[in-house]
């Protein structure tokens, strides 16, 4: 098996470990670490939650004292660059240094503006074999909204609608059923996956909606209306200023609309139900990004 086969076969661990921090680590970005000696995991960690150690600190953590000896010819896999910032926690980078591993390989590059790369340095500074690049497009994937959100400086935007199957949101302006129980605890889900949810003025006025998570586990976003007095880019920048990573749109036709016309949204979800009513109102018009 080729070195790259070995690493990649531990950055998909990593990316397992990392996962099970979604609902508890934000605004944290979800991180796994592995450690491995002779092809053998001696430690493993993630990120569990926002002030608590890191993935790394809990990897060399979980280490057994009979295994602390093979650290200096261990590889620590990491699926975001380490931290070399004091922030809530000491850096990551310098404990790596510390243990003394031979080779750390990384899976992307942390866009957060006190890393970005200074972690990578600081490990080969220290003369440790350093690999970047691993699995990337998919350790960056997991922490999409991450990365949006300090790349871009907005929550990562979700649209979210469900419509019958030949394409309207109501029957003829009345409301219709179109969800099943279970893609019902689908969105429920994917609202304990976002910080924020919005809808608007409407939505808001005519149904009231809980927009909670009670048919799933995890915590409710924050409730968001676009208002006259509330618009978009006022939502984006108090998203920004109270670091909300993400955002879900559950709004009426119109406020999707809005939000497509601008090209503001990295994920566009569509329920379509088996039932045709033959007229109401259409489902929105999706229009490609230009970077697209």
């Given amino acids: 098996m080729t070195d790259m086969s070995f690493d990649e076969r531990y950055m998909r661990r990593c990316l397992q470990l990392a996962s099970n921090g979604l609902l508890t680590c934000r605004p944290n970005p979800m991180v796994g670490a592995v450690i491995v000696s002779h092809d053998r995991i001696i430690g493993e960690g993630y990120h569990i939650r926002c002030g608590e150690g890191h993935a790394e600190v809990n990897a060399f953590a979980s280490v057994r004292p009979s295994d602390e000896h093979l650290l200096p010819e261990a590889t620590i896999y990491v699926s975001l660059e380490p931290c070399s910032h004091y922030g809530k926690t000491p850096p990551c980078a310098d404990l790596i240094v510390s243990k003394g591993v031979r080779r750390v390989v990384v899976g992307c590059v942390d866009p957060f503006a006190k890393v970005q790369g200074r972690g990578i340095q600081k490990l080969r500074d220290a003369g440790i074999e350093v690999t970047v690049g691993v699995l990337e497009k998919q350790c960056r994937w997991l922490n999409r909204r991450f990365f949006t959100f300090h790349q871009h400086h907005r929550p990562y935007i979700t649209l979210k609608w469900a419509q019958t199957a030949d394409g309207f949101l109501d029957d003829h302006g009345r409301a219709v059923a179109i969800s099943t129980p279970y893609s019902q605890m689908l969105v429920h889900q ?102 697209v």
């Fill in 190 to 291: 994917l609202r304990a996956e976002h910080d924020a949810i919005l809808v608007g003025r409407v939505t808001e006025q005519r149904e009231h909606p809980r927009l909670d998570v009670r048919r799933w586990s995890g915590p409710s976003p924050v409730k968001m209306v676009l208002s006259h007095e509330h618009d978009i880019d006022s939502i984006l920048a108090e998203c920004h200023e109270r670091q909300l990573l993400s955002l879900l749109v559950e709004g009426g036709r119109q406020t999707l609309q809005s939000f497509i016309d601008r090209h503001l949204y990295d994920e566009i979800r569509i329920e379509t139900g088996s039932i045709t009513v033959g007229g109401g109102t259409p489902a929105p018009s999706i229009a490609i990004p230009p970077h």
